[in-house]
């Protein structure tokens, strides 16, 4: 089985921090990319960022400059540092692997349970 455990969500005052962890773990062979999404009340599932084993980060342009990205792929990890946070940000925050288990011959995504992050005004 894989599975992946997010933590760090919560809720916080406009312009504060917070900073997610996703860890993904079981019979896993390679992973091709990690990344977070989110949904807001009432809206569809969006990238918020991902990063691409061995490649470039990439943002939406909501979040560019505030948000920064990174991964521990000793421990295949990945972590959402978000810094002046808006009322808008306000979502439940997925966390994504699209990789190859030990099991299954193809890549797949696997998320985890989502975290809320409230942002207040």
């Known amino acids: 089985q894989v599975q992946l455990v997010e933590s760090g969500g919560g809720t916080v005052q406009a312009g504060g921090s917070l900073r997610l962890s996703c860890a993904a773990s079981g019979s896993i062979d390679s992973i091709h990319a990690m990344g977070w999404y989110r949904q807001a009340a009432g809206n569809q599932r969006e990238l918020v960022a991902d990063?691409?084993?061995?490649?470039?980060?990439n943002y939406a342009d909501s979040v560019k400059g505030r948000f920064t990205i990174s991964r521990d792929n000793a421990k295949n990890t990945v972590y959402l540092q978000m810094n002046s946070l808006k009322p808008e940000d306000t979502a439940v925050y997925y966390c994504?692997?699209?990789?190859?288990?030990?099991?299954?011959?193809?890549?797949?995504?696997?998320w985890g349970q989502g975290t809320q992050v409230t942002v207040s005004s």
């Open positions: 990063i691409p084993t061995g490649g470039s980060t």
């Open positions: 994504n692997a699209n990789l190859k288990s030990s099991y299954f011959k193809y890549f797949y995504d696997y």
